[in-house]
């Protein structure tokens, strides 16, 4: 019996082994959390510095996998057994090996996060196409979700290949139909960008950014058309209660904006788990199924 029929045979073994492959994702999205951004900075800094006729500052390599991870404080290089997920942070107490500075407890966080999250996704979709599928979104949201967090901002380089992975997995109807795929993609991007002309018409400011558009329009290319009401009252819901909850706890200043990505992503995630249960729900209650 080869591996793949083993997996295909034991559900507990699969899910087992794609919560441990999560965990081992999550650490590779510490990294792209944390690089990217710079990354792109970096890049709009040297375009500026083209534009500008000045000569490039930007000379040493910083990509996803170079340089080495190093401590920020003391500069040690994090050897490999320092960085097996969840576990070397145990182990190390949550401190750095040589300065025992604390390590941010969000890295175990988000390893644990994308652990569960990955074996969420193996248990309700199996061993089939569309669960390596669901599970390139739920990684892709989960990155998105804290850069927008730690920055306000949701990367093209990662929002707009989501959009166009949708839409392949859906030319064979894997979690909707290609033309219901396209259709989500196209009300995705429009319903939100139609709030915020109006939303900018009214107070002439600008009440979320493009990010947000192109996010929604990916949902819509995985999910399909049809859930995209679900998705957007939910993540309005809950962006709504947190929102106030800060402001009335005096956590948040009234003109700092609250990035809009991460409630999104979270509502994207439960609508690709739980959607048609939650849209089933709700036809009933209303009484129309």
């Known amino acids: 019996m080869t591996i793949f029929e083993l997996l295909y045979t034991s559900q507990p073994l699969f899910i087992s082994t794609i919560a441990i492959l999560g965990l081992l994702i999550g650490s590779f999205l ?21 534009l500008s006729g000045k000569p490039s500052q930007q000379n040493d390599i910083f990509t996803l996998s170079k340089p080495r991870s190093r401590c920020p404080n003391c500069n040690h290089a994090i050897s490999m057994f320092e960085n097996i997920p969840v576990i070397s942070y145990l182990v190390l107490a949550g401190k750095c090996k ?45 990155a998105l979700t804290f850069i927008d967090v730690d920055h306000q901002l949701l990367p093209d380089s990662i929002t707009l290949p989501l959009l166009w992975l949708g839409i392949f997995f ?35 400011k600008e009440g979320m950014g493009y990010g947000d558009f192109k996010l929604l329009a990916a949902l819509g290319a995985w999910l399909g058309w049809a859930f995209l009401p679900s998705i957007i009252l939910l993540s309005s819901l809950v962006g709504a209660v947190v929102g106030l909850t800060l402001l009335a706890l005096r956590q948040h200043q009234r003109d700092i904006p609250i990035p809009f990505g991460p409630y999104l992503a979270a509502a994207g995630w439960i609508a690709l788990v ?12 209303a009484g129309l199924s």
């Open 98 to 142: 040589e300065c025992k500075t604390a390590i941010p407890k969000r890295y175990p966080i988000i390893e644990m996060l994308t652990g569960i999250l990955s074996g969420v996704i193996a248990y309700y979709f199996g061993f089939e196409w569309a669960c390596l599928g669901a599970l390139l979104l739920t990684w892709s949201l989960i």
């Open 274 to 285: 739980w959607g048609d249960t939650i849209n089933n729900t709700y036809l009933r209650f």
């Open 30 to 50: 510490n990294v792209v959390i944390y690089r990217l951004p710079i990354m792109m900075e970096r890049e709009w800094q040297s375009q500026c510095d083209e």
């Open 170 to 204: 859906n030319l064979f109807s894997h979690f909707t139909t290609l033309q219901s795929s396209v259709v989500g993609a196209i009300a995705g991007y429009l319903s939100l960008w139609l709030v915020f002309q109006t939303f900018k018409l009214v107070t002439g």
